[in-house]
């Protein structure tokens, strides 16, 4: 079997456990969580996710990368926006 991997990040543990519950609605599996930091003060928490590969032909593959670029630019277009808006009204 093949496996999709996927590293979660976050410094608060609350927004980690949110992220982890929306990834696992998905078909992820938790694997491992790493605490990074200092004694007694981490910094972050890093979340190892797996799930099996999706057995997909090529025009499948395109087609999601597609939609995966699509839905990062709008992303990004929506942040740049953002920051423009607080920006003018600081």
Known sequence: MRWDYLGVVDERFGYLFNKLQHAGDKGWELVSVL?????????????????????MTATQR????????KAAAEAGKAKA?????????A
């Open 35 to 55: 605490v990074l930091g200092e004694k007694g003060d981490p910094d972050r928490l890093v979340a190892f996710m797996k799930r099996p590969t999706e057995t």
């Open 62 to 69: 395109v087609a999601r990368a597609k939609k995966a670029s």
């Open 81 to 89: 926006k953002k920051a423009k808006a607080k920006n003018r009204f």
